[in-house]
């Protein structure tokens, strides 16, 4: 054959056959190492920065179990990605690594803004509750001077400092301290709500509205009918309203004693007295330190009924006294008009009052007469901030400020 | 020729056994030590409390070092290489090194911030008393000054237990009453000014 003829020595025929053949496999596996999925020499940081970012934001707090299994899925992830490193190249899963890889990006970019919004939720739910508790301890504090809550001053006092240090806490972003405060200023301050609302729940009771308003129309049936001055005392709106022929004359701003809206039950309590009382004595300036005088007939036979009673149910010590010496009077001489239960105006009013009033005038001293008054609106939120108080979230379990 | 030959294959046998020995690396026992000690050192520190991210960077790496340790336990003993595991380690002891550092300053921070709001509290509780003690006094001022009373009552048992809480180093629980103290004795200050002011007088001393 003229092929064989052509120069080609037969004896090196498979040598080129074999050379050519080991130079395309040898090529082939260069291609296909070149373009093999490769690890990275390092794990890549991104995973690990998100762990610690999540953890900062208090993820191991908030989803102890979501976290720890994030967490361990990169120590996990990382172990394979080292392993693999090591493998022979062709025998190497990089394909599973990058999906897990790709995988747990995602998950700690959830996790970090899950634990983001908890914590911001948290310390939003916990900032609102802390003042909502100091609003309400300037309810009661409001209350100091009407009503009795010298007993639980104290407590009133510590709520507000357990309050303050729990303020404190926010600023250093320790919110699990802060929650601490915030639940025994809570506690503290229980006594002190009960205390208030027991005295104030009298000025929305109808039967008591109804006792006052009556006292007030057979005064001012009196003087209708005789055409006299009397007095009537509203402790709750702090008026003295003069009345002529049964008609208002003039309204003055009175001052109270230092618990002048409770009811008054005993010597010292710095309530003022609620009853229909009569002018027994008037006192002329320089016969009294306060201005000019009048002195009301309290105790009356009722109030002493009232006392023993309340002597015999031992609501009241038995050493205690009634009291008395209950006046209308002027201006104290260091200017201050808070009285031990008194009714006390300014010195120009008083000598209006003084002037029309007369021995036996009548003078009712009611608490309300209707039950939109102020104290049952300021009793009706403390109540409501009593029965709806702000959920406090759960203790977050944090590792991270033991 | 004999000889020379069983010269060879005893030579042959000592550089294998000899590259052997020296492919069989060691394991970083002493660097894991020393990268523990550190990390204990730091949080004695109180780097827990007050370097709790720079801690947490040390115990991440610490955690990456032994996870190294563990993949080079299970490579074959020629290839086995410590190196990494070695240089992690390394980078343990400074990262420990640096959250003990970090967590000791702020630490001494928070203790000179804690010592400046325990003696402006007691300035001002001080202030709040003497105020009280002019304030206006007279019929019906009891419960007012009962409050006001109470108020620096409260505040002074809050003082009285930072001693005890200073102790435990617990700097910025009493930064956070000595500051509790303070805003109640300026309230008392306010209001005895305002009282004073309402009235014109002073009760004479």
């Avoid at chain 1, 002190?192 to 005295?199: D, G, L, P, R």
Wanted: net charge positive; glycine share 6%; aromatic share 6%.
């Amino acid at each position: 054959m003229q092929w064989w003829g052509s120069g080609w020595h037969p004896a090196k025929r498979p040598a080129i056959w074999l050379t050519t053949g080991a130079l395309i496999i040898l090529s082939s596996l260069f291609v296909a190492w070149w373009n093999a999925d490769r690890l990275p020499p390092l794990f890549p940081p991104q995973l690990e920065s998100l762990d610690r970012q999540a953890w900062t934001h208090g993820a191991e707090a908030f989803s102890l179990e979501r976290y720890t299994a994030f967490h361990q899925d990169i120590t996990d992830l990382r172990t394979q990605w080292r392993r693999e490193q090591s493998r022979w190249w062709p025998t190497a899963d990089t394909q599973t690594l990058q999906t897990t890889y790709q995988r747990l990006l995602h998950e700690g970019t959830d996790l970090l803004e899950a634990s983001k919004h908890q914590k911001s939720t948290r310390h939003q739910q916990l900032t609102t509750a802390l003042e909502s508790e100091r609003r309400q301890v300037n309810r009661l504090r409001a209350l100091i001077g009407i009503f009795d809550v010298r007993r639980n001053l104290r407590a009133l006092s510590v709520t507000e400092g357990l309050l303050n240090q729990a303020a404190s806490r926010f600023k250093q972003d320790r919110d699990d301290q802060a929650r601490i405060l915030l639940l025994q200023a809570r506690e503290s301050l229980l006594p002190v709500e009960s205390q208030a609302m027991a005295q104030m729940k009298r000025y929305g009771a109808a039967s008591q509205l109804a006792k006052w308003n009556h006292w007030v129309a057979s005064t001012l049936k009196w003087s209708s009918t005789t055409g006299g001055t009397a007095m009537i005392v509203l402790k709750a709106s702090g008026q003295l309203v003069l009345y002529q022929h049964g008609k208002p004359l003039r309204r003055f701003p009175i001052e109270l004693g230092f618990s002048g809206l409770q009811e008054k039950i005993q010597e010292g309590d710095g309530a003022t007295p609620e009853g229909q009382f009569r002018i027994l004595q008037k006192k002329e300036a320089g016969a009294t330190k306060f201005h000019k005088a009048l002195l009301l007939n309290y105790p009356t036979s009722e109030h002493r009924r009232r006392f023993q009673e309340a002597k015999v149910r031992g609501v009241v010590a038995a050493h205690r006294a009634i009291g008395g010496l209950i006046e209308i009077h002027g201006q104290q001489p260091n200017g201050n008009n808070t009285t031990n239960g008194c009714i006390a105006l300014d010195n120009a009013d008083m000598d209006v009052v003084f002037y029309l009033a007369k021995e036996g005038t009548p003078v009712t001293v009611v608490g309300a007469l209707q039950s939109d008054n102020w104290i049952v609106k300021a009793l009706h939120d403390i109540t409501e901030h009593t029965r709806h108080r702000i959920a406090l979230p759960a203790e977050s379990g944090s590792v991270r400020h033991p | 020729m004999g000889t020379v030959i069983q010269s060879f294959k005893t030579g042959a046998l000592v550089l294998l056994f000899g590259t052997m020995l020296m492919a069989c690396a060691e394991k970083p026992i002493q660097g894991s030590d020393a990268a523990l000690q550190a990390l204990q050192a730091a949080k004695q520190a109180g780097a827990t409390e007050y370097a709790p991210e720079a801690l947490r960077v040390a115990e991440d790496e610490y955690q990456k070092a032994q996870e190294e340790i563990g993949v080079q336990d299970n490579t074959f003993m020629l290839t086995r290489n410590y190196d990494a595991a070695n240089a992690l380690l390394t980078k343990v002891a400074g990262d420990a090194e640096k959250a003990k550092i970090a967590a000791i300053a702020n630490k001494q921070q928070a203790k000179s911030e804690a010592e400046g709001s325990v003696v402006l509290a007691k300035t001002s509780l001080e202030e709040a008393k003497n105020q009280l003690a002019q304030a206006p006094t007279g019929k019906g001022t009891q419960a007012d000054l009962q409050a006001l009373r109470g108020d620096l009552q409260a505040a002074e048992a809050t003082l009285g237990e930072i001693d005890a809480i200073m102790a435990k180093e617990d700097f910025l629980g009493v930064k956070a009453k000595a500051e509790s103290v303070q805003t109640l004795a300026t309230r008392v200050n306010e209001q005895v000014a305002q009282a004073i002011l309402k009235t014109g007088k002073h009760k004479k001393a």
